[in-house]
């Protein structure tokens, strides 16, 4: 039993470079896109706020001032799926195919997000579980100074996988709003076009 137990301990300790390391590409990942929000909501505020005016007063003419007044709006899948529906406004099918790839899009983008909300504490409690175990027998041999090397990662590591997660729940919370009420409008402009 000694040799399994001295081999897990073994193998938990060889994880830790690899779960810090994980750990500081996620707190990167996380800070670009906690910075790079910040321009994406005031383009996504305009998306919504015109996509809201066209669906209070839809009309064929206010749907084309609409189109013109997003061209602006770069890299914005709800633009692209605005204006493709508007480019096969002829094709019920392809059309519904357009909305369904739209949904899809949505869901790979969102999957960052959600990469950083289970991995961010995943490996935080890793970071923070692996050094314990050196930090036990440090206590036990009396080399205080180990024990509080080790103590000190466990927390670092707890504290950044939950600040990653906080980054990624606060960013998906507000998106999945923003795609919500998006596909709600795309689908709206849908039923219209085919009414007509």
Do not use: W
């Not at 081999?7 to 300790?13: A, G, K, Q, R, Y």
């Not at 990167?28 to 209070?56: P, S």
């Not at 609409?66 to 204006?83: M, P």
Request: charge should be neutral; proline fraction near 3%.
């Amino acid at each position: 039993m000694k040799y399994l137990s001295d081999i897990l301990f073994i193998i938990s300790n060889g994880l830790l470079i690899p779960v810090v390391a994980l750990l500081l590409f996620l707190m990167v990942k996380a800070g670009m896109l906690l910075f790079g929000f910040y321009g994406e909501y005031r383009q996504r505020k305009r998306i919504t706020a015109m996509l809201r005016q066209l669906t209070h007063a839809y009309s064929p003419e206010e749907l084309m001032h609409v189109q013109t007044e997003l061209k602006n709006c770069a890299n914005s899948s709800v633009v692209e799926c605005l204006n493709d529906l508007l480019a096969h406004r002829d094709d019920k099918i392809y059309c519904e195919h357009l909305l369904a790839d739209f949904q899809v899009e949505v869901q790979k983008q969102l999957s960052g997000n959600r990469t950083l909300i289970k991995f961010g504490p995943m490996l935080g409690l890793m970071g923070t579980l692996i050094p314990m175990g050196p930090a036990l027998v440090g206590l036990a041999s009396g080399d205080i100074a180990s024990m509080a090397y080790n103590m000190q990662v466990a927390f670092a590591t707890t504290v950044v996988g939950m600040a990653v997660a906080a980054v990624g729940m606060a960013t998906l919370q507000v998106d999945q709003r923003f795609y919500a009420r998006s596909f709600n409008d795309l689908e709206f402009i849908f039923i219209k076009l085919f009414e007509q």
